[in-house]
């Protein structure tokens, strides 16, 4: 298995914009060491005979009619708003074109 540096745990904390404190690194280390053993261990394993699955429960997600279950309250919403024309939000323009 490949040993871990200073130096690696430094350019990933640079790659994934986080910063570790030196004193840190070690600890770091150690846990990143672990994971990678239990990879590599899992990797060892004989999977042939098991079957591939998406999540480890058989469970599906109950499905509902595709009705409409509120009533339309743009106009209510609308009242409360600034300004609206033709059912539409009306805005400031924030935003310059170069």
Same mark, same amino acid.
């Given at each position: &298995?490949? @040993? =871990?540096?200073?130096?690696? *745990?430094?350019? !990933? +904390?640079?790659?994934?914009?986080?910063?570790?404190?030196?004193?840190?690194?070690?600890?770091?280390?150690?846990?990143?060491?672990?994971?990678?053993?239990?990879?590599?261990? &899992?990797? @060892? =394993?004989?999977?042939?005979? *098991?079957?591939? !699955? +998406?999540?480890?429960?058989?469970?599906?997600?109950?499905?509902?009619?595709?009705?409409?279950?509120?009533?339309?309250?743009?106009?209510?919403?609308?009242?409360?708003?600034?300004?609206?024309?033709?059912?539409?939000?009306?805005?400031?323009?924030?935003?310059?074109?170069?």
């Amino acid at each position: &298995m490949t @040993t =871990l540096t200073d130096h690696d *745990i430094q350019k !990933l +904390a640079e790659l994934s914009k986080l910063h570790f404190s030196a004193e840190k690194i070690p600890a770091f280390i150690e846990t990143q060491k672990n994971i990678l053993s239990l990879i590599a261990k &899992m990797d @060892t =394993l004989n999977t042939d005979e *098991i079957e591939p !699955l +998406a999540h480890p429960l058989s469970v599906t997600q109950p499905l509902r009619d595709d009705v409409v279950t509120e009533i339309n309250q743009r106009e209510q919403f609308q009242q409360h708003a600034p300004r609206v024309e033709a059912g539409l939000y009306i805005v400031n323009k924030f935003i310059e074109n170069e």
